[in-house]
């Protein structure tokens, strides 16, 4: 399975906007590209995904490489309640499964 | 719609004893999952499910079973309880595609002594 390789841990303040990079080098053509938070004490939620181009969304945008082997999740002005550890992962269209593996995540850290 | 709902939120048992930690979506979801998050670490998989009837073991399936009679409900056994099984156990659904997100319940905080 393709893996991803994430910092273990981002400061940014707040208000500032924060790009969280993943690098996925091993990425089939078949794999979508995933990004989950975990807030404190609470289950992961889904932040944002895409395949090969930019998305947006409320929450967040996503930046994908043009050779799709890294992305970067962009917060584009960081809350205090941004706090979390955020997830890269990848989904494969061809795993029946289509399990979501966890690594371990950034942890982003957030300062008044 | 109320999601994934897991029950209970918050359990102790004693060593050798044995319970069903509950999971229910109301999304029609094919796939189903359960995982397990010890102190400061991502989210291992224990059991997923494709389809009513249809069960897999994920990385750290030991000491857990599974059943998946219904769509809606999936729900993970311990048949006998381990302190090293002291850990929050999410449950998430999702379509049976890539192309979508997965929803995950507010977990099962397990103590065991």
């Known amino acids: 399975d393709a893996k991803t390789t994430q910092p273990n841990s981002m400061e940014s303040n707040e208000e500032e906007p924060v790009h969280l990079p993943c690098n996925h080098s091993?990425?089939?053509?078949?794999?979508?590209i995933h990004w989950y938070r975990q807030l404190p004490s609470q289950g992961p939620e889904y932040v944002i995904h895409?395949?090969?181009s930019n998305v947006n969304n409320r929450m967040a945008s996503l930046a994908i490489a043009e050779d799709r082997k890294s992305s970067t999740l962009i917060l584009h002005r960081a809350t205090l309640r941004d706090a979390a550890v955020y997830y890269c992962?990848?989904?494969?269209?061809?795993?029946?499964?289509?399990?979501?593996?966890f690594g371990g995540g950034t942890r982003l850290m957030v300062k008044p | 719609n109320a999601g994934v709902t897991q029950t209970p939120k918050f359990q102790v048992l004693k060593t050798g004893q044995s319970m069903t930690l509950q999971c229910a979506q109301d999304?029609?979801?094919?796939?189903m999952s359960w995982y397990r998050q010890d102190p400061g670490m991502g989210l291992r998989l224990i059991h997923y499910?494709?389809?009513?009837?249809?069960?897999d073991q994920g990385e750290v399936p030991n000491g857990y079973n599974v059943s998946r009679s219904t769509t809606e409900d999936f729900p993970l056994r311990l048949l006998s309880a381990a302190p090293s099984q002291t850990s929050v156990y999410f449950c998430?659904?999702?379509?049976?595609?890539?192309?979508?997100?997965?929803?995950f319940g507010q977990g099962t905080r397990l103590t065991v002594v």
């Open positions: 999304m029609n979801h094919e796939y």
């Open positions: 992962i990848l989904r494969d269209v061809e795993n029946a499964g289509n399990m979501l593996t």
């Open positions: 895409g395949l090969t």
């Open positions: 091993t990425i089939s053509g078949t794999d979508y």
């Open positions: 998430a659904s999702s379509y049976l595609t890539a192309n979508t997100e997965a929803f």
């Open positions: 499910s494709v389809g009513a009837g249809i069960t």
